[in-house]
């Protein structure tokens, strides 16, 4: 499908125009289909025609950047620990794919390195910075020494709800784009409302609860794109699609691509009668 203009975006935002619009973000890559933040979602995204993926990066023991959601392993691993007290040999030992499905046993948890190396020249890449718990750790700096070495700069967006780990990596990279994670509830509206000034970023990510169509306008009015978060329920995604969102992250981007195909079928049929 051709990707349609943004009627109401005034700036495009470097890099970030180059996708389409809207963006399917497979979330922690298809992982409706396939144990998160492992390689083998991160394929399966791309050949179910997924236009990026996301996933989660974090520090490990001895310093390396790995790419698990949570703090510990203890949910998708056959281990237990937190990720920051384990070396990045200890957790090559986990599998991290027999807890969604045994025909997925022997998945390990990769580094963001490898994940770099096997899927940046086919997808865009959102990799959010999860170092909530250690905010001034060495994450940022890390990670973008890992894009740097691969050479994918123009291929990779970062995100984060704390806006002091964008604004450093602003200083790390200044041209790639970052994207603001807006919390549900009164608390991510109204940090958005505080803090929006004074924050590096070139896209929006709130969570599809805050979202309503002033506020994606606002959003476009500042020159930002609204990639909107995690998105799984048909009705859902027509809605978000109407309001002229810019992006949705899912679990199921087959599903999201199929109402995208549609929507975009019946707002042609709309235009032609």
Not at 50 to 79: S, Y
Not at 111 to 139: C, F, K, Q
Not at 164 to 191: C, D, H, Q, Y
């Amino acid at each position: 499908m051709t990707a349609r203009p943004n009627r109401t975006l005034l700036i495009c935002n470097g890099m970030l125009h180059r996708l389409p619009r809207p963006t399917i973000f497979a979330h922690r890559g298809a992982s409706a289909y396939a144990p998160e933040n492992t390689l083998a979602a991160f394929e399966l995204a791309v050949k179910q025609g997924a236009h990026a993926i996301e996933l989660d990066a974090k520090l490990c023991a001895d310093g390396q950047v790995v790419v698990i959601h949570d703090t510990t392993v203890d949910r998708t691993t056959d281990g237990s620990g937190r990720v920051g007290d384990l070396p990045l040999e200890a957790l090559r030992e986990l599998d991290a794919g027999e807890f969604f499905d045994a025909s997925f046993r022997g998945e390990r948890i990769p580094t963001l390195s490898e994940v770099l190396e096997s899927i940046g020249r086919r997808l865009w890449i959102n990799i959010e910075l999860t170092n909530y718990t250690t905010p001034n750790d060495a994450l940022p700096a890390k990670a973008a020494e890992l894009v740097r070495h691969h050479g994918l700069q123009e291929r990779v967006i970062f995100s984060s709800f704390n806006p002091l780990t964008l604004n450093r990596m602003k200083k790390e990279l200044p041209r790639v784009p970052k994207g603001w994670l807006i919390a549900p509830g009164s608390w991510g509206a109204w940090s958005w409302r505080l803090l929006r000034g004074y924050i590096s970023h070139e896209a929006v990510h709130p969570a599809s609860q805050i979202v309503s169509p002033g506020w994606v306008t606002r959003i476009h009015l500042q020159g930002r794109r609204v990639h909107v978060y995690t998105v799984n329920r048909v009705e859902e995604i027509k809605r978000l699609l109407d309001w002229d969102v810019d992006g949705i992250f899912t679990d199921d981007p087959l599903l999201a691509l199929q109402v995208v195909q549609e929507h975009a079928f019946d707002k042609d049929t709309e235009e032609e009668t």
